[in-house]
C-alpha cells in the first residue's frame, strides 16, 4: 500500500540530497542512523513509524540491484515536498533526505546511472581499514550461514567464483550477482578501483569521505563534518554513539593478515593519491 502510494504520487517526491555509497562493512549503517539524529535530516517514506519495524529504512538499492523497477519506485522510498516543508517547519530551516547503499561503490552500473538520475546528489563514502573491511565481510557472511569455506580459502576462491560476474552485470542490466555483491572480499576493499569509476561521473568536490576509525573515535565531530558538506548546522546527536551489525569477533592470522596489508599497500596509496588525503589509522606493510 505504501510503496503504491508512493508510486502514484512519485512526481511530488524530489531527488535525494545524498547518496551513502559504502563501504559495505566499513560503518554505513552506524553513519546512517548517526545522520538521521539530526533535525534537518529526514528519513525515507514510509518513516519507521508507519511500519511494523524498529528502524528507518537505510537503502533503496536502487542503482545496483533494483534498477529495472524504474524512477517512480525509486521515488516512492523518498520524501515528498509535503512532507519536507512539514518538517523543515518543526526544524526552523530546510531538510535533507537521502539513502545509504553500500554495494553502490562497487558496482560497475551504479556510479552512471547515478548520474544520470540523480545528478544533483552529494556522495557520502565511509571507507574501514580494507584489511579489516575484508575479514569483517566475511565474518558478515559466515554469521548469515552462507559461507562454509574457512577465511584463507574463500580469499583463494574469490577469483574463480566472481569470474566474469562484473561483465555480465554490465551486459545484462537486469542481472543480479550474489558472487560479486558478496564474494568479493578482497575486491569491495581495492577502494582506489571503485572511485575512480564514480569520479568519472562525479567531479571530486562532490564526495566526502571519512575513515571508519575516524568516525568510531568521535562520531559527533564526524558529523558535524558532513554536515558542513552538506550545508547543515551542526547539531548534537545524542544517540551517535550506537554501532550498528557488527560482525562476530575472530582472530586474523599473522600471516594472512601480512599478506593482506601487502596487497592492499599500492590500492591505499593510489586511494590517497586520489584524494589528497592520508588514512593513519590503516595498517602498512
Not at 509535503?82 to 551504479?110: C, I, K, N, Q, W
Request: aromatic share 10%.
Amino acid at each position: 500500500m505504501f510503496r503504491a502510494y508512493g508510486m502514484a504520487t512519485a512526481s511530488a517526491r524530489p531527488d535525494p540530497d545524498f547518496l551513502l555509497i559504502g563501504a559495505k562493512r566499513g560503518g554505513s549503517t552506524s553513519l546512517y542512523y548517526a545522520l538521521l539524529e539530526h533535525p534537518r535530516i529526514i528519513p525515507l517514506f514510509p518513516a519507521a513509524g508507519l511500519l511494523p519495524k524498529a528502524n528507518h529504512t537505510k537503502g533503496v538499492h536502487f542503482f545496483d540491484s533494483n534498477y529495472e523497477r524504474g524512477l517512480r519506485w525509486y521515488r516512492s522510498h523518498l520524501p515528498s515536498r509535503t512532507a519536507r516543508s512539514r518538517a523543515a517547519r518543526r526544524a526552523g530551516g530546510p531538510v535533507l533526505a537521502g539513502e545509504g547503499s553500500p554495494y553502490y561503490l562497487h558496482h560497475p552500473l551504479a556510479a552512471r546511472r547515478a548520474r544520470q538520475d540523480v545528478p544533483g546528489a552529494r556522495i557520502l563514502l565511509i571507507l574501514r581499514d580494507p584489511v579489516e573491511r575484508t575479514f569483517s565481510h566475511y565474518r558478515e557472511r559466515v554469521r548469515s550461514g552462507v559461507e562454509n569455506l574457512p577465511f584463507e580459502e574463500a580469499l583463494a576462491m574469490e577469483a574463480e567464483r566472481t569470474a566474469g560476474e562484473e561483465r555480465r552485470l554490465i551486459s545484462d542490466p537486469t542481472y543480479r550477482s550474489y558472487a560479486h555483491e558478496q564474494q568479493s572480499y578482497v575486491a569491495q576493499s581495492e577502494y582506489d578501483v571503485a572511485l575512480r569509476r564514480w569520479f568519472e561521473h562525479f567531479p571530486a568536490d562532490r564526495f566526502h569521505v571519512i575513515g571508519s576509525e575516524e568516525f568510531y573515535r568521535d562520531q559527533q565531530r564526524a558529523c558535524d563534518e558532513v554536515a558542513d558538506f552538506l550545508g547543515l548546522p551542526h547539531a548534537p546527536l545524542p544517540d551517535a554513539g550506537k554501532v550498528w551489525n557488527p560482525a562476530p569477533k575472530a582472530e586474523l592470522s599473522a600471516s594472512t593478515r601480512r599478506r593482506l596489508v601487502e596487497h592492499f599497500a599500492p590500492h591505499n596509496a593510489a586511494l590517497e593519491k586520489l584524494l589528497g588525503r592520508s588514512f593513519p589509522d590503516w595498517a602498512a606493510p
